[in-house]
């Protein structure tokens, strides 16, 4: 069987002058072309998890592969080219004065010449829909559209995998929708690896797979249908359960015929109107 | 005590060439005791309007009054600190602005600028941080030695040290966990109560404003596009829709229903409860077609 894209074998990490540590024993898989959401309490190991996978940081046990190159001081740099990430505040990681720079920013960065350097800035703007924006100031952005610009800089850099680190949560409704959508399309067009980091249980019910992260260690995975059945228990870990879910339950309590716990709105509504009908 | 923003219009930089128009004929009453939400997009004017409610801006428009105080263009009012005691604004990340040794020396360095004593400072430092929920015995911490959490309801302890009428929220669970997001909320709707505060929420979420506020405010493009209470602001969620806002979740799925079985539910339906004891009598009333 081929070998999963991102590998982690029993990873443990531990902060200096720390007690305890910040991940235990982690082990998982990701494949190539699948979205996997990474969601956990504040606190729970999933940034530690982030910056391990980037190699920002190194597990103190175990080991990290990244497309089967194992993750080391020597490594570090060609597995960051495989992996890109967008950071939280939109405004922290804008370095350019223009969107075009700043999407040449990282090329820049790698030597790439010129001429194919303004081409992928390009190329890369057009997959976010942000080219109309080119020579825009940053200031003039709002905050789903400097994500986007961030997400065109690692796409220019043409990544495996692209990591978010809770990219939306800054953002308004609005912003959220655009960012995700963005990534939506790109994993189809690009084939990227997406793994999300998130708050946000609405974004993780459309993941493909969700891992739940609890003090350090991986509590829980599977498919979003499997993590949310798992009901009050999300609760006590410090998570919630999304809307679709929590009204199928109060439904069925209150004797309506709701066969199952729906993961979206549409479906729910859909199986009212057919038990309705079938009256 | 009583705020009104009475068409209030602000230019940044105004009389420059970069003059930049960011709210326009704004006109809110928040009566004491009020638990107001403020809505709209990045950019609606949502965070000119908060800096107005404590005279960190002052209007190049109309006027605001604050109890007795005005604040308009033209009026040199100084001696605005007894304006910024009152009222506390608690900013987005307040844990950004944590920087003494100690959090207890963090909590009453706001109290001691306004010349509280040290050990009234102090005590109320003890208070505080018992009404964030947090143990006495964090006020010896350095700050930064706080998980994020934590590190939170330090900063907001130091705002309520001050002892505030008014306390104004600017986003105060963005990046929380859901736990601590709802934790966040309660312990506000809990002060709001217990100590007869107002409070102004400035928020992207549709379900915290429906939850705890008395009065909801709809920025758009600068302008007030909507206020009302609760009920009132999503008996018509069409026209939030419109503007790329969210309404409560539970709002929009009452839509859903509405279309798809071609019917009205009455009125608009706010808590869990009332939606599925509504779905129930719909589904009684057996095959309407």
């Keep these: 069987m081929e070998e999963a894209l991102v590998v982690l074998d029993h990873v443990s990490f531990q902060y200096e002058g720390q007690e305890g540590y910040a991940l235990k024993d982690v082990s998982f898989e990701i494949r190539e072309g699948e979205w996997v959401a990474i969601v956990g309490h504040n606190g729970s190991g999933k940034s530690t998890l982030a910056k391990l996978l980037n190699g920002l940081q190194f597990p103190m046990k175990g080991k990290i592969k990244v497309s089967g190159i194992e993750s080391t001081e020597e490594t570090v740099w060609e597995i960051r080219k495989k992996i890109g990430m967008v950071f939280q505040n939109p405004d922290n990681q804008f370095v350019g004065t223009t969107v075009q720079d700043d999407v040449a920013f990282g090329l820049e960065n790698n030597g790439i010449p010129r001429e194919i350097m303004v081409r992928r800035v390009k190329e890369a703007l057009e997959k976010v829909n942000m080219y109309q924006f080119l020579n825009q100031e940053p200031h003039h952005l709002s905050g789903g559209q400097k994500?986007?610009?961030?997400?065109?800089?690692?796409?220019?850099?043409?990544?495996e995998i692209i990591i978010l680190d809770e990219a939306t949560s800054m953002l308004d409704p609005r912003g959220r929708e655009e960012v995700l959508q963005t990534i939506r399309e790109l994993k189809d067009t690009e084939r990227l690896t997406v793994i999300s980091i998130t708050h946000d249980l609405e974004e993780a019910a459309k993941a493909d797979r969700i891992l739940v992260m609890n003090r350090g260690q991986l509590y829980r995975e599977g498919t979003p249908e499997q993590i949310f059945q798992m009901d009050e228990e999300l609760i006590e870990l410090g998570l919630d359960i999304p809307f679709p879910v929590k009204l199928s339950k109060a439904l069925r309590k209150r004797g309506l015929p709701v066969p199952k716990y729906f993961l979206s709105e549409e479906e729910l509504v859909k199986e009212l109107w057919t038990s309705h009908c079938n009256k | 005590m009583d705020i009104s923003l009475q068409q209030v219009e602000y230019r940044y930089q105004a009389d420059t060439p970069f003059e930049r128009l960011a709210i326009q004929d704004v006109s809110i009453d928040i009566p004491s005791g009020t638990y107001l939400a403020i809505i709209g997009h990045t950019g609606s004017g949502k965070s000119t309007v908060l800096q107005h409610l404590n005279a960190l801006l002052k209007p190049t428009g109309g006027k605001v009054i604050i109890g007795d105080r005005e604040i308009s263009r033209n009026n040199k009012e100084k001696r605005l600190r007894d304006i910024r005691q009152k009222v506390g604004i608690v900013f987005q990340f307040p844990e950004h602005q944590l920087f003494e040794e100690t959090v207890e020396k963090d909590i009453c360095f706001g109290p001691m600028n306004f010349g509280v004593s040290e050990e009234e400072a102090k005590k109320r430092a003890r208070q505080a941080i018992k009404q964030v929920g947090l143990p006495e015995n964090i006020l010896g911490k350095s700050p930064f030695d706080l998980s994020g959490g934590q590190m939170r309801r330090a900063a907001i302890a130091g705002v309520l040290a001050m002892e505030p009428e008014v306390i104004v929220l600017d986003e105060p669970?963005?990046?929380?966990?859901?736990?601590?997001?709802?934790?966040?909320?309660?312990?506000?709707?809990?002060?709001?109560?217990?100590?007869?505060?107002?409070?102004?929420?400035?928020?992207?979420?549709?379900?915290?404003?429906?939850?705890?506020?008395?009065?909801?405010?709809?920025?758009?493009?600068?302008?007030?596009?909507?206020?009302?209470?609760?009920?009132?602001?999503?008996?018509?969620?069409?026209?939030?829709?419109?503007?790329?806002?969210?309404?409560?979740?539970?709002?929009?799925?009452?839509?859903?229903?509405?279309?798809?079985?071609?019917?009205?539910?009455?009125?608009?339906?706010?808590?869990?409860?009332?939606?599925?004891?509504?779905?129930?009598?719909?589904?009684?009333?057996?095959?309407p077609v």
């Design chain 1, 147 to 159: 994500q986007r610009v961030a997400i065109a800089g690692i796409l220019a850099l043409r990544p």
């Design chain 2, 173 to 287: 669970t963005a990046g929380l966990d859901p736990r601590g997001r709802k934790e966040i909320m309660e312990m506000f709707h809990r002060l709001h109560r217990e100590r007869n505060l107002t409070t102004v929420l400035v928020t992207h979420s549709m379900e915290d404003a429906a939850r705890y506020a008395d009065q909801i405010v709809i920025m758009h493009k600068g302008n007030v596009f909507k206020k009302g209470s609760p009920e009132e602001i999503f008996s018509s969620p069409e026209g939030l829709i419109k503007l790329g806002l969210d309404v409560p979740e539970i709002v929009r799925f009452q839509l859903k229903i509405e279309q798809t079985f071609q019917t009205k539910l009455g009125k608009t339906f706010l808590s869990m409860e009332e939606l599925t004891e509504a779905i129930a009598r719909l589904l009684k009333r057996g095959n």
